[in-house]
């Protein structure tokens, strides 16, 4: 492999061990996970299993722009929401929230947390907006591949909040220096969120997509390799929008998604490839403005209720009941 170990070395099993110790994903969350991707379960059974505990289900009526203010949230609600959102987005929307809410009931500075939750939506938001151009990716997938790698970022933030911020601070998670990373987190983060989305519920394969990507490993005798280069192929599209670009420097990246690519010499370009140019170009410019994955409608109200809690001795994973924000 390019990165000069295997999978079995000590920091695959330190990565495990952080997203263990970190994550706490709720014991329903990865049977929910696997049925949805494995085209598994009905909107109708998905519904009903929601009802079990530690499910951010609140973050599903935001996601598709129901309005919700206090009180328990019904069922009808929950079957308007999925009906809007379809199961797999469903359950990845939950998953991230999930990832958020165990990253703010740590209690990090608004100035690492605010920004790594930014980009991390805006690379979610683009992935989607991808997704739903490439059939054969689709916004569910598009939107997991976004989420991915800023979400090992997010536990180590957990697992060592001060030596990740004087990390991050310096180096905006993108550092290629593998001696410190490890030093500092005995892992990579692209291990991290490896791990964590095989701990989703996500299997093998996804793990396997998202750590050759994200690590740029060597898979050429993986079986199943297609998938793999499919998954990657989507990573760099992604991150070559995000960048400004038209496309991705990847000769291979570019084949894949040849749709995606302007004909030398053409006059204008398709209307999909408008479209899509236009809503990164959006994001680029604003970050994205999508907040179904925060506890409150903003983030200036979270960055308040963060403090607040932390002042009172705050305590429980409700982050509206029986809590007072306190005036501007």
Same mark, same amino acid.
């Given at each position: 492999?390019?990165?000069?170990?295997?999978?079995?070395?000590?920091?695959? @099993?330190?990565? =495990? /061990?952080?997203?263990?110790?970190?994550?706490?994903? #709720?014991?329903?969350? $990865?049977? *929910?996970?696997? &049925?949805?991707?494995?085209?598994?379960?009905?909107?109708?059974?998905?519904?009903?299993?929601?009802?079990?505990?530690?499910?951010?289900?609140? @973050?599903?009526? =935001? /996601?598709?722009?129901?309005?919700?203010?206090?009180? #328990?949230?019904?069922? $009808?609600? *929950?079957?308007? &929401?999925?009906?809007?959102?379809?199961?797999?987005?469903?359950?990845?929307?939950?998953?991230?929230?999930?990832?958020?809410?165990?990253?703010?009931?740590?209690?990090? /500075?608004?100035?690492?947390?605010?920004?790594?939750?930014?980009?991390?939506?805006?690379?979610?938001?683009?992935?989607?907006?991808?997704?739903?151009?490439?059939?054969?990716?689709?916004?569910?997938?598009?939107?997991?591949?976004?989420?991915?790698?800023?979400?090992?970022?997010?536990?180590?933030?957990?697992?060592?909040?001060?030596?990740?911020?004087?990390?991050?601070?310096?180096?905006?998670?993108?550092?290629?220096?593998?001696?410190?990373?490890?030093?500092?987190?005995?892992?990579?983060?692209?291990?991290?969120?490896?791990?964590?989305?095989?701990?989703?519920?996500?299997?093998?394969?996804?793990?396997?997509?998202?750590?050759?990507?994200?690590?740029?490993?060597?898979?050429?005798?993986?079986?199943?390799?297609?998938?793999?280069?499919?998954?990657?192929?989507?990573?760099?599209?992604?991150?070559?929008?995000?960048?400004?670009?038209?496309?991705?420097?990847?000769?291979?990246?570019?084949?894949?998604?040849?749709?995606?690519?302007?004909?030398?010499?053409?006059?204008?370009?398709?209307?999909?490839?408008?479209?899509?140019?236009?809503?990164?170009?959006?994001?680029?410019?604003?970050?994205?403005?999508?907040?179904?994955?925060?506890?409150?409608?903003?983030?200036?109200?979270?960055?308040?209720?963060?403090?607040?809690?932390?002042?009172?001795?705050?305590?429980?994973?409700?982050?509206?009941?029986?809590?007072?924000?306190?005036?501007?």
């Amino acid at each position: 492999m390019e990165r000069g170990h295997d999978l079995q070395d000590d920091s695959w @099993s330190h990565a =495990s /061990a952080i997203v263990a110790s970190t994550a706490r994903i #709720p014991s329903n969350l $990865p049977h *929910l996970v696997r &049925a949805c991707w494995n085209d598994l379960i009905a909107p109708a059974e998905f519904v009903r299993l929601l009802a079990g505990p530690g499910l951010p289900t609140r @973050s599903l009526l =935001s /996601a598709a722009q129901i309005p919700k203010l206090d009180g #328990p949230i019904k069922q $009808p609600e *929950l079957y308007a &929401a999925v009906d809007i959102l379809g199961v797999k987005a469903s359950s990845i929307i939950l998953a991230i929230n999930c990832i958020c809410e165990r990253t703010l009931n740590s209690g990090p /500075a608004t100035r690492i947390w605010a920004p790594l939750f930014k980009e991390m939506m805006s690379e979610i938001e683009i992935g989607y907006h991808l997704g739903t151009t490439i059939e054969q990716v689709g916004h569910e997938r598009g939107m997991l591949i976004g989420f991915s790698r800023l979400a090992g970022l997010a536990l180590l933030l957990i697992k060592s909040p001060k030596a990740f911020t004087k990390w991050y601070e310096r180096t905006q998670g993108k550092s290629d220096d593998r001696t410190e990373i490890l030093s500092v987190f005995g892992c990579e983060p692209y291990q991290v969120s490896a791990m964590l989305m095989q701990q989703l519920g996500l299997g093998a394969e996804v793990a396997l997509a998202t750590a050759s990507t994200l690590g740029d490993l060597d898979t050429t005798v993986v079986e199943r390799e297609p998938i793999l280069h499919t998954w990657r192929a989507t990573y760099l599209w992604l991150h070559a929008l995000k960048d400004g670009n038209d496309a991705p420097s990847c000769e291979t990246a570019r084949a894949t998604f040849a749709e995606l690519c302007v004909a030398p010499g053409a006059r204008g370009i398709p209307e999909h490839l408008a479209i899509l140019q236009e809503q990164v170009a959006e994001v680029r410019q604003n970050q994205s403005l999508w907040t179904w994955h925060l506890p409150l409608p903003s983030y200036e109200e979270t960055a308040q209720a963060i403090v607040y809690r932390a002042k009172s001795n705050a305590s429980g994973t409700s982050w509206t009941k029986g809590l007072v924000l306190p005036e501007r």
